[in-house]
């Protein structure tokens, strides 16, 4: 689906949350691979599992036909600094539900561009009828764990030694759900 444009001004920074569109598809390509090597949160080590400009298209068009799929992507100037996005699946028992991710650059953290892509995504949920939001979140991304139980979600459990991570390590991930009764 397709949302409006909100525009917003945090610690000087002005930028725009809108919907992806099209002609954003070359610019994500690039902001996801250098997004991918900035931190481990995410699942990808740089390279792995390349979207590029034709995927980007295609992602964005599902998206923007789907009425549970949701694209949203932060500007500021003419550079796209963060995306998130909700999928839905088409399969009729999991009809209610959709999942959540979202990535901001590096530079861009503590701004509120994650907050609020995460903020206009909960207001789109909310008023189309969709019962829960889903995500998974490394143990120890907890920056992001408290923004998400600000924002309303509870941990709903954890998968254990689900990575390995640089340090040879074992993480968790941990499963969060917000629901709308
Ligand atoms: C997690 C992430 C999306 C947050 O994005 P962001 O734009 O930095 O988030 P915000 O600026 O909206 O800040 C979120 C909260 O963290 C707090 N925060 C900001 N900078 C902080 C810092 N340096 N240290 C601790 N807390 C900080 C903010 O105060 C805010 O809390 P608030 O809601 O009370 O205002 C971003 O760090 C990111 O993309 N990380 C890498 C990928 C990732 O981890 N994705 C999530 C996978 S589940």
Redesign the pocket.
């Known amino acids: 689906m397709i949302i409006e444009n909100q525009e917003f001004l945090v610690n000087g920074l002005t930028y725009t949350i809108r919907s992806a569109v099209k002609s954003d598809a070359k610019k994500l390509s690039e902001l996801r691979l250098q ?1 991918d090597g900035q ?1 481990e ?2 699942d990808r080590e740089p390279g792995e599992g390349f979207l590029d400009v034709p995927g980007f298209e295609s992602v964005i068009h599902t998206d923007s036909v789907r009425p549970r799929n949701l694209f949203l992507v932060a500007v500021t100037g003419n550079r796209i600094v ?1 995306f998130s996005r909700c999928e839905g699946t088409y399969l009729k028992r999991f009809s209610y539900k959709v999942e959540f ?4 650059l590096k530079e ?9 892509l995460m903020k206009q995504s909960i207001a789109w949920v909310d008023s189309n009828g969709i019962k829960k939001m889903t ?4 143990e120890t ?1 907890t ?2 764990i ?2 998400y139980k ?1 924002l309303g979600f509870e941990i709903e459990g954890t998968l254990r030694k689900d990575k390995i991570l640089s340090d040879g390590k074992y993480y968790s991930t941990i499963v969060m759900g917000r629901f709308n009764d």
């Open positions: 997004i931190t949160n995410l963060g991710g979202i990535c901001v861009f953290w503590g701004c509120g561009i994650g907050k609020n995500l998974n979140v490394l991304n920056r992001a408290a923004m600000r």
